[in-house]
């Protein structure tokens, strides 16, 4: 499965529980927040002045690199 930007912040979680390695290394430290199960990756990363697209890309990377 490939994560996109407009995944909810709380199904990338589900697919990938370490994906919270890499959002909290960009400060989106709303995983815990309520915001979490209506947010996408993309409206978060922008909120937190992130470039959704690295997001994504490092998030895809340890998912590659954990198979």
């Known amino acids: 499965m490939t994560i996109s930007k407009k995944m909810t912040i709380l199904e990338v979680l589900q ?5 919270r390695e890499v959002l909290v290394k960009h400060g989106m430290g709303c995983i815990a ?3 979490a199960t209506m947010e996408t990756i993309e409206s978060g990363a922008r909120m937190h ?7 994504v890309k ?4 340890l998912l ?3 198979k």
């Not at 697919?15 to 994906?19: F, K, L, N, S, T």
Request: proline share 9%; hydrophobic share 35%.
């Open 58 to 61: 490092e998030i895809n990377a």
């Open 49 to 55: 002045g992130v470039d959704p697209e690295t997001v």
């Open 15 to 19: 697919i990938h529980p370490r994906a």
């Open 64 to 66: 590659a690199s954990s």
């Open 33 to 35: 927040c309520m915001g």
